[in-house]
């Protein structure tokens, strides 16, 4: 019996009992719909905890500092060297210095870091207000709340000139300046252009180097190591974070698979009625000539259907609850002067995977009354009213 | 040529066990029925006329005893043959007209056909023919709900002919009927056996029925008492559209190109003429074309009645009314001969089911 027949078949059977079927569907739409909207719930959340905690950027970024060896120097030429290494996208030396902050009467103590522009970035340091350097004046320094916490200031100092008395490593080449604070930031310490610490040596105190790819770390952090040079990277805590969302996703999962095994329950409950109130014709169909195979097809392309239909119901159902939710807290958050974040992510082979196991379950719930079908005694089946 | 019987039961008894009884439904019956002929089982309920009927159909397998089938053994059948022939070899109409009421007319006759997995369109087609034959062209896509009982068994003779068998087994057919409609049923199956030539075995209670009969087997508990030969059956008025089983489908096959065999068909419609020798040639084509898809012993007995059978189609064709002594005459095969368009019919659906069991067994 050719498939499209059998369809066809079990799809007038369904639409038969419209009312029990509906129900029977529904039961998987609460099933499916509340693992979909718990499970993306716990995918939302890994994404967003991700994003949060481990920035992917900084993940790529090796901080190379001087080593044990006496001879061997962290300068302006070997940053150059670590440029020449395969798969290395930028080098950034870093010049770190002791700096006396005024202005005004306010005086702090801070750690200076002359930096390349592009360091702010490669090290995710984020600007709150204003601007990063520019690279183009000697003049100008991003500082951290902490500097105007310190300090003691009420007043914005944000496109204000600080002045900054800047000691070298040998505590000579002491040198006053006057700088502009262009950008405040969340990071600790005073950034200032490389070239504004003027440091009599060509002394770095680290050196910052980016690979292409989070992959190619290990081998450039090796190679650097090999010159040696000692090397820091960021951990990378996606692997725990992920692991920890792995359990909660379980958890979570877990509580949905409870409405889906109810539903699974009224599957092969509707399926066994079913089968009760079809007996006579399926004793027909196999007086007829049909193959036992042919019944048991039909039954169980008829629980298939079904779970095919709570799958794909479901999964919008659980999309819905989730984009519902996201909304209503995205509106509070956003009113309080908050963030709105994505709370729920299905990625596609989880949307597939849920129909395809609804699917599978429902075809597993359909089995036994599908044997029993098959296996009924034609005449029996005919004489059943 | 000696006749050989079309169905053969042999010491043929059902015992069941009802608690701790043991009751036999049936003690040890021997019969032959012949091709061609219109038998009646006639006794009063709980003969275990229809536990015979049952038995001849395969539906369950006696306690003691043998049914064979043009010399086939039933017990040797497996499930799947069991089915098959369930399905092609005969065809079976119930009291209960058993109709799948999920289904429309046109469904519910060309169920058996969906079971070998025939195309739609084919499936439509031939359903249509057969509802023209029992006269119920427009309700095609009525559900049975929506049917008299008269018209619901009609579809249900109809369903009984899908796959052309050689042989129509009803059940109390009219049991639940009213006089005129089951006068039309009645009409329909004598026309079945004397215009179509066709095996009928009717199971019924009802004495008016057995003047139609060739011959009536009289039962009573369990046992076959009489087996009378009618030697005059009674006139009735045949239905015409019957003949249309075999030469409307002439027509029938023109539209159905698709199918290889089918294309033989219809090349040997245009060059068809009347002669006998026309028809033999048709026959071994037809036959060519199966052996393609695998000769077997049993088709091939059948392929030599029909030849033989070929010759004599003169003789037999358009007796509206068969008497005792014609139908003894009537030879193996002839039902199936009577017309040509028939025969390669059968051919075909013998071929199509020898495709359909290899896809099983793949």
């Known amino acids: 019996m050719k498939m499209i027949d059998i369809i066809r078949i079990a799809i007038g059977n369904l639409s038969r009992n419209r009312l029990r079927t509906l129900l029977t569907i529904s039961g998987v739409v609460v099933g499916v719909g509340a693992i979909v909207f718990l499970v993306s719930l716990g995918f939302g959340l890994q994404k967003l905890a991700l994003e949060k905690i481990v ?16 001879d061997v120097f962290l300068n302006s030429q070997t940053a150059q060297e670590f440029q020449n290494i395969e798969n290395v996208e930028a080098v950034s030396p870093v010049k770190r210095s ?24 490669l090290e995710n340091i984020k600007i709150t207000r204003g601007t990063a350097l520019s690279g183009k004046n000697e003049n100008e320094a991003v500082v951290s709340k902490e500097v105007v916490t310190n300090l003691g200031l009420k007043q914005d100092i944000l496109n204000k000139s600080i002045t900054v008395r800047t000691i070298g490593a040998d505590s000579k080449n002491i040198e006053n300046m006057t700088i502009k604070v262009v950008g405040i930031s969340d990071e600790k310490g005073v950034y ?48 725990s974070v992920n692991q920890i969302f792995y359990i909660i996703k379980i958890v979570l999962g877990g509580f949905g698979m409870i409405a889906f095994f109810v539903a699974a329950i009224g599957i092969f409950n509707t399926m066994t009625i079913s089968l009760l109130e079809r007996t006579h014709e399926i004793g027909v169909m196999k007086a007829i000539g049909g193959y ?13 259907l079904i779970g095919l239909f709570g799958g794909i119901f479901g999964l919008t159902a659980g999309w819905l609850g989730g984009v519902a939710l996201t909304s209503i807290i995205n509106l509070l958050a956003t009113q309080s002067g908050g963030e709105a974040v994505s709370l729920f992510n299905i990625p596609l082979y989880f949307s597939l995977g849920t129909v395809f196991f609804s699917c599978f379950i429902s075809t597993v719930a359909g089995i036994w009354p599908a044997r029993r079908a098959a296996k009924l005694n034609p005449l029996e089946a005919l004489r059943y009213e | 040529m000696a006749k050989t019987p079309v169905i053969k039961a042999s010491n043929l008894s059902k015992t069941f066990k009802l608690g701790k009884n043991e009751i036999t439904a049936l003690h040890s019956v021997d019969f032959e029925i012949f091709s061609g002929e219109f038998i009646c089982f006639f006794g009063p309920s709980g003969c275990g006329k229809s536990t015979l009927l049952s038995m001849l159909a395969g539906l369950q397998p006696p306690s003691s005893g043998k049914v064979l089938v043009r010399g086939k053994d039933l017990s040797v059948l497996g499930k799947k043959e069991i089915s098959k022939y369930r399905r092609s070899k005969i065809g079976m109409v119930f009291q209960q007209f058993n109709l799948i009421l999920s289904m429309n007319v046109l469904e519910n006759i060309a169920l058996p056909m969906a079971f070998d997995g025939v195309s739609r369109k084919r499936r439509a087609q031939r359903a249509q023919h057969l509802l023209s034959v029992v006269g119920l062209d427009d309700k095609k896509k009525d559900v049975p709900a929506d049917l008299s009982g008269g018209q619901q068994q009609r579809v249900a003779v109809a369903r009984s002919l899908i796959n052309n068998p050689w042989i129509i087994m009803a059940d109390e057919p009219t049991g639940n009927l009213d006089s005129q409609s089951a006068d039309e049923v009645m009409k329909l199956l004598v026309s079945l056996s004397r215009k179509s030539k066709r095996t009928v075995i009717l199971i019924t209670h009802n004495p008016d029925y057995l003047k139609f009969a060739d011959r009536v087997f009289k039962m009573k508990d369990g046992h076959i008492l009489t087996v009378e030969k009618n030697k005059k059956v009674a006139k009735v008025e045949l239905l015409d559209s019957v003949s249309k089983l075999g030469t409307a489908k002439d027509e029938e096959a023109e539209d159905d190109i698709d199918i290889e065999t089918d294309k033989v068909v219809e090349k040997d419609e245009e060059s068809s003429s009347d002669d006998g020798t026309d028809n033999v040639e048709k026959t071994e084509i037809a036959k060519e074309s199966r052996n393609d898809k695998g000769p077997s012993s049993d088709e091939d007995a059948l392929e030599k009645e029909n030849v033989e059978a070929v010759e004599e189609t003169e003789e037999v064709k358009d007796t509206g009314e068969v008497s005792q002594e014609d139908a003894n005459d009537i030879e193996e095969g002839n039902p199936d001969t009577i017309e040509n368009a028939e025969t390669t019919e059968i051919n075909k659906e013998i071929a199509k089911d020898e495709e359909s069991d290899n896809e099983e067994q793949a």
């Open chain 1, 98 to 121: 002791v700096a006396n902050i005024n202005i005004g009467d306010a005086k702090t103590e801070q750690v200076m870091y002359g930096v390349k522009p592009e360091f702010l970035a």
């Open chain 1, 192 to 239: 200032v252009p490389y070239d504004t610490i003027k440091d009599g040596e060509d002394n770095l105190s680290s050196v910052k180097v980016k690979v292409s790819d989070k992959q190619y770390v290990p081998n450039v952090k090796k190679s650097i190591e090999s010159l040696g040079f000692n090397t820091s990277v960021i951990k990378d805590q996606s692997a």
């Open chain 1, 55 to 70: 920035n992917l950027e900084a993940l790529k970024v090796i901080t190379v500092s001087p080593g044990s060896k006496l």
């Open chain 1, 292 to 304: 036992d195979k042919n019944i048991a097809m039909i039954f169980i392309t008829e629980s298939s």
